[in-house]
Each structure stands twice: as C-alpha cells, then as structure tokens.
C-alpha cells in the first residue's frame, strides 16, 4: 500500500501565478456561471412588481386662538413647535395611529387580479368594495374569486388544491381582533349573490358594493383578508423626515406596489393626525365644556325651583314686590350673597383640584380655573403645564418602552409642578377664608336687620334672595360655557398641508434590476474563482516543472508527453514521433551527465518512482530502446521482483529471470533472453520470491552487475518504487546515474519529501527527475520538451531564463491565444 507522507509546512503554498493561469484556463466555467447568473437574475426581474414611491410635504405651526386671553385660561401651549414637530414624527409611526388609519380604509382587504406571472394588488381599479361585518371572523390568508355574471350578479368561488387534506383555516374577527381556526373538508365552494344584498357565506360575511369602474364580466377578481395588525406593522414603515434640522416641515414619503393606494394612506394618515391634534388642543376645552353642562343642567333646575317658589308666593300673599326699604336690603344682602358665592365657589375648586392632585395619576380631566372665576395666573399656569406633561406621558407611552428615562423625568416635573400648585393652593385658600369670613359677618348684621321687616316681606326677601343667587350663578356659568365654545370652534389644527399626495405620473423607484444583473456577474464570477481558488489552494499534485522546482533541488532532466500507443514500445512503435524525440531528448541529456560527472565506458541507469503507476516501466523500456537504436549494446534488466511488468510487451515469458539466478538455479547465460530488436537484450524478475528485498542484497548481486558491464554498453534497471520499498536504495550502488519518474497530475508534492530526504544524506547519486504523462495542451499552458535543466532542447536553462524574464501580461495573453487556438 501507499505509504502516507506528512506534509510540512514548507510544502504548503498558495501558487498565485498558476491560480491566474488557471482563471484563463477555465474561462468557459466563468462564462457559464455569468449566464446561468444573468438568466436567473432575469427572470427574477421579470417577476418582480415595480415598487413607486409617493411623497406628501405639510407643516406643523402653532396657531394660537385668536380669542385665548389671560383670561379664558381654556387653552395651553407647552414645549413649542419643536416639541410638536418631534411628537408628530413619533405619532406618525406609532401602531396605534397606523391602527386608526388602516381602520379607517379597510386595508386589510387586500383587492387582486392576475398578472403575467403572480397577483398584483388591484386597489382602486376593481369595479367594487367589499365592506365586511366587522362582527363576524373572515377567512384570512386565501384569495376568494369574485366573478360578475352581468353588472348586478357576481358569482363568489373558493378553489382548494386537488391533494389539500381537510384542516383548520384561520378566520379573523375584526372588532375583537382576534384570530380564530375553525375545521373544514376543504371542498370548493361557488355560490351567487347580488351586489349590495348581504353574503352570508362561510367564508365571507358582510356586502359587495359596486362602484363606478366597469364590469369586465367573466373576469376573476380576487380579494384577501389579512391579518390586522401584521398590515399595521406594513404601514409602519412609513418615512417621515424634517426638511432641514429643526425645521417643522415634514417630507412624508411610502414605498409599495400600487400608487393609488399610497396616495390615499397618505392623504389620511395626515387626516387623522390633523383630527387628533386638534381634539388633543381642545380637549382642556372640551372637558370644560363638559363640567360647566353638568353645572348648568344643576342650576338650570335649582333657578326653576325658586322661580316657581317665588311666583306661588306672591300669588298666596297676594304681594306683587318688596317695599323701598326691603328692596335696599335686598340689594345690599344680594352683593354680599354674590361676593359670598364667589368666595364659596373658588374654594371648592381649590379643595377639588387639591383632591384631585393628591388621588389621581392621570390629570386630564382637570377643569380650567377660569371655570370658578379664579384668573390668579400661578394657577392657571400650573395647571396647565401638569396638563401638558399629562399629555406628553400619554403620546410617549405608544412608542416608547414603560420605565424608560424619559417617564421618569416627566413625573419629575409633574411632581414638582404639583408641590408648587399645592403650596400655592393653600395659601389661596387661606386668603379665600379670611374673606368669606368677613362677607358672612357683613351678611349677619344685614339678616338682623330683615327681621324688623314684616312677616310677609321677609318671607319674599328670602326667596328672591335665593332666586338672584341662582340666577347670577347661572349667568355665570352661561358665559363661561359660551366662552369655552367660542374658543374650542376657533382652534385649529396645527398641521397645515404643503403638498398632497397625489399620483403625478412616473414615481417608480424599483426594482432595482441593474442591481440584480450586477450582482449576477458578480456572483457568476465568484462561483468559479472559488472553484478555481480550492483547486489550486487544495492540489497537492505535481502539476508542472514549476512545481517541482519549488519542491526539490534535484534537477529535471525532462519531460515525457503523454503515450497514445496501446503499450509500452512506444519508441519502436513510432520513431518518429514526439514521445520518441523526447526520449532522444533524455539519451543527450544523460550523455551530458555522463561527460561532466567524467564516467567512461559502460553506463548503468536506475529508474525508479515514488508509487507505481507514474510510468516507470514505460520510461525504462523506451529509454532502453534509444540506446539500443543509436548502436549501444543495451541491456533492460527488471528488478521490480514484486511486480514484475516488462516481458509483456517483448512477447517473451517470465519464467527465468533474476530471480532464479540469485538462487543458483540459472546462470546469467540462462536468464539474458534476447529481443526482436537489435542491440536489445533483457533480463526479467523472474518468478515472484517471498524475500525479494534479501535476494537483492546477496553478493551474487555484486557478481551479476561485474559480468553484464563487460558485455553491455548501457543497463537499464527498472527497480520498485522507493516510496514504497528499499530495493532500489539498495540497488542505488550499482548506479552511475538514476533517474526518479514524476507523472503529472498523479505525483503528491508530498512525496518529493522523501527523495529529498535520501538526495541530502546521499543516499542516492546522480539523481535526476522526468515528470512524466506531459500532455501539450494542458490546463498549465507547457508543450513536450526533450530535456529540462541541462540546456538541451526547449526547457532547458536558457529557456527557463528567458519565461521568467518574460512580463506577466505576456503569459497571459500567449495563454489566451493557445485558448482560442489563435
């Protein structure tokens, strides 16, 4: 078996100049992969739907009431345009106002009809609307087919797969915004129905309106229900950006499949922020509003009351009014009851705003102070910033995180606004006391001077004393309520609109196809550079004499092409071709070996390899067979006891051989067997011995080797693998030169490390390698050469120079005229 060969960390290399010899080498892969690349990127292209972008441009002012005085107090403005500016950008992209807006144009239903390749969204070019009842689940996830018969007469079909199994389908209620799953046998269904009547199906409940667009009868339209908050989250995306730093411009802009969809979300995504502005600025009023009602429907009954008291009164005592010195009485009492009234008023709002301050967290429904006649501005300032941070909390807490920094800092502030509010309600509450107190003394002392009037006159004194209060009270609150109106139908929204959405023509921004055909020649290119990049990173092949150059300093002696004759003769086979003249090639070069290393007379040649099948026999064979031709008393003699291979192709037999000389059965006339070609003896193995290494090193050796120099000019061993064996070490003493056989694409580079390691001990002299099985037109751009390393033919030293010299750009462009055989 082959033995495995550890690879240091000098035999690994990454070969740059082969890799870009290679990239040439492989050019058809590159093209290829570039095709297969662009015909993928075009048909994902095609399918593609065009993506349009529609923008929209408003501005966030801050139009103040032009009826807000001190003195209404009904309205507030805190953190100014930029703090607006940031709560609109938020607000915009928060899920609860898409929820509003999605809700509003029923974008859940999807509308579709066919297209070339898939579904496209059919949005407002479908001849109808669906209008759920929001009541019942709706089938969610799968297209039902409306077909119209005639203008007035649709037909409603769902198709399932032939091999669809029966299962749960998803339905979906929309008001409780939940999903449900319900059994079906999956049969198809199809049932007809009239526009605007109600379609009580399983599927689908609620009514087809029809609107102006034409009927197309017998064209399948499509509509999908989808889940509600996943279409919210689509929305969400919107892009919303000030037109400079700190400008309060917004450019509102949202990417999809069908204009006209985006144009409407747009227009009423801005509808519904402008409405919610504005209800946020007039809820202090609203709320007024509200609590001033409530007052009002109380005194409206209690002025009622006393009017009916007052007129049933005079009727009994036949009275009709009060006399000159009641009547001054009752003008004198009646301020002091009103100035009281007021007093009276102002505390309980205090004791109710500092209850209210002190039990509750949310601080919306907070009245104005104007409410009970308090225009102190302390006070109507603090509770107007409570309101506003009030509020802020409230708009934070859709986008942002609870226990987040930034609620902290709000109640920060609310807290201690609220401390300052409540110091500040004390102390007016105090001052409040103080006055009430001399008004019912004031009061008392006028009282005693009633009851010095007669019975009747006090009696109707009392009474339209109670009826000025109500009234008084009651005008108050009128005016306050007319007042709160007033300036709740003058306020406006702050988002003002620049530029509506509107489809202008053009507006497509995608899909990107040049893109996609980039990134096809991109990744076209990169497929096989990666190849070609672990090709070259993971070949641990002798691939060229590069290679072996790069591996070895044990010189090359040439190349061998590859052999297209059926055995091994290829010489005398064809003596005229290139694979002979490369083994002619070889005869010079080792004549040139001979000469420098002063050797005379007869010559003995060891060839070996590294494991069989790199071509050892075939190069002993034909190389023996050059110098027979050239006149040389040659002699081929096979020393490969284990495998022995070279009588084949001699049609002789291997029954004698080496072998049985060693063992004294033959002599060495016996075993020399001769040829059909001249000047060509040969010596076989012989039959296979079980110690074929111990035969070899036996002193009979020494005696065979003596005898055959005197009667050959030149021996070729042909000896095992020194790989895999020692034999041809051992055999290496009767060598004047050896030769190491290296097949290309079958060699590892790693086994160079053993020759190497035998060349440096000197185990093995006048070594020299052939890197066999050369083909002309290989991946590696080198043709046939006769000798490599000695100056003899193409690949010799000179020539070596000479490519290195040679520019880069040259190789590569000589390479890729042998590609295109130009």
Request: with cysteine; charged share 25%.
């Amino acid at each position: 078996m082959e033995e495995d060969f550890e690879i240091s960390e000098s035999n690994i290399h990454f070969d740059f100049k082969g890799f870009i010899v290679k990239i040439f080498s492989y050019w058809y892969l590159f093209v290829i992969s570039i095709l297969i690349g662009l015909s993928i990127a075009y048909l994902i292209n095609v399918r593609k739907q065009p993506i349009y972008q529609i923008k929209s441009l408003i501005t966030i002012k801050d139009d103040q009431n032009p009826f807000f005085t001190t003195n209404t107090s009904l309205s507030f403005n805190w953190g100014g345009v930029s703090d607006k500016v940031n709560t609109v950008v938020t607000t915009l992209r928060t899920r609860t106002h898409n929820e509003k807006v999605v809700t509003r144009l029923h974008y859940y239903i999807q509308y579709l009809v066919d297209g070339k390749y898939q579904m496209r969204d059919a949005y407002g070019k479908v001849p109808f609307i669906a209008i759920e009842d929001s009541l019942q689940s709706q089938l969610i996830g799968r297209p039902l087919t409306i077909t119209f018969l005639n203008d007035d007469t649709f037909e409603l079909s769902l198709n399932f797969g032939e091999e669809e199994p029966p299962g749960n389908l998803s339905f979906y209620n929309y008001h409780t915004k939940k999903q449900e799953r319900f059994y079906f046998e999956k049969d198809d269904y199809k049932a007809t129905f009239r526009a605007s009547e109600y379609v009580d199906s399983p599927f689908f409940k609620g009514r087809i309106l029809r609107n102006t667009q034409p009927v197309v009868v017998g064209k399948p339209y499509y509509i999908r229900f989808n889940n509600y908050y996943s279409t919210v989250k689509q929305f969400q995306s919107i892009n919303v950006n000030p037109e400079s730093k700190g400008s309060s411009i917004l450019n509102l802009s949202l990417n999809g499949n069908n204009k006209e969809k985006l144009v409407d979300y747009l227009n009423t995504t801005v509808q519904v922020l402008s409405e919610d502005m504005l209800n946020r600025k007039n809820l202090f009023a609203t709320k007024t509003i509200r609590f001033i009602d409530s007052s009002l429907a109380q005194k409206s009954k209690e002025l009622k009351s006393v009017e009916e008291e007052l007129n049933q009164f005079k009727i009994n005592n036949d009275i009709i009014d009060l006399t000159s010195e009641s009547s001054e009485i009752r003008g004198r009492l009646t301020n002091l009851d009103l100035e009281q009234n007021v007093i009276q008023r102002q505390l309980d709002y205090y004791k109710r705003l500092e209850d209210y301050l002190r039990s509750r967290q949310n601080y919306t429904e907070v009245p104005a102070p104007s409410v009970a006649g308090i225009d102190e501005p302390s006070i109507s300032s603090a509770v107007g910033k409570i309101l506003a941070l009030s509020e802020q909390r409230s708009k934070y807490s859709y986008s942002i995180k609870s226990g987040a920094p930034i609620f902290d800092d709000i109640d920060r502030q609310i807290n201690a606004t609220k401390e300052v509010l409540l110091e500040n309600i004390e102390s007016s509450k105090k001052i409040l006391r103080e006055q009430i107190s001399t008004v019912r003394q004031n009061v008392a002392e006028l009282e005693k001077e009633i009851r010095k009037l007669p019975k009747e006159q006090q009696d109707l004194l009392k009474i339209e004393r109670r009826y000025t209060i109500n009234e008084e009270t009651y005008s108050l609150f009128l005016n306050k309520r007319n007042e709160a109106g007033l300036i709740k139908a003058a306020n406006v929204s702050d988002v003002q609109i620049i530029d509506k959405a509107m489809d202008t023509g053009g507006g497509q921004i995608g899909p990107n196809t040049q893109l996609n055909y980039v990134m096809a020649l991109l990744l076209g290119s990169f497929v096989p550079l990666v190849f070609v990049f672990l090709l070259v990173f993971l070949d641990n092949k002798i691939n060229n004499p590069k290679d072996i150059n790069k591996l070895s300093p044990i010189p090359i002696l040439g190349v061998v092409g590859k052999s297209k004759s059926k055995g091994n003769l290829a010489v005398f086979g064809k003596p005229r071709s290139a694979i002979a003249e490369s083994f002619r090639g070889l005869r010079t070069s080792m004549q040139f070996i001979f000469k420098q290393q002063h050797i005379q007379g007869n010559k003995t040649i060891l060839i070996t390899s590294s494991v069989s099948g790199e071509g050892k026999t075939f190069t002993a064979i034909n190389l023996a067979s050059v110098f027979s031709m050239s006149g040389k008393k040659t002699l081929l003699i096979g020393l490969d006891l284990r495998k022995p291979k070279i009588f084949e192709d001699f049609d002789i037999t291997n029954e004698i051989g080496v072998v049985n000389y060693l063992i004294d059965q033959n002599s060495i006339e016996d075993i020399t067997q001769k040829t059909k070609f001249d000047n060509l003896d040969i010596i076989v193995s012989g039959p296979v011995p079980p110690n074929p290494s111990e035969l070899l090193m036996t002193d009979k050796m020494d005696v065979l080797f003596n005898t055959l120099r005197d009667k050959y000019d030149c021996i070729i061993m042909d000896t095992p693998p020194i790989g895999l064996v020692s034999d041809a070490l051992n055999l290496g003493k009767y060598a004047d030169a050896s030769i190491y056989l290296l097949r290309q694409n079958y060699t590892k580079k790693a086994m160079l490390s053993v020759i190497n390691e035998r060349h440096d001990k000197g185990e093995i002299k006048n070594i020299s390698f052939i890197l066999n099985y050369f083909q002309h037109k290989a991946k590696y751009g080198y043709g046939y050469g006769y000798s490599y390393g000695y100056g003899y033919g193409p690949y010799g030293k000179g020539y070596l120079q000479h490519e290195k010299k040679r520019p880069l750009w040259k190789k590569i462009l000589l390479k890729l005229k042998k590609t295109f055989n130009v």
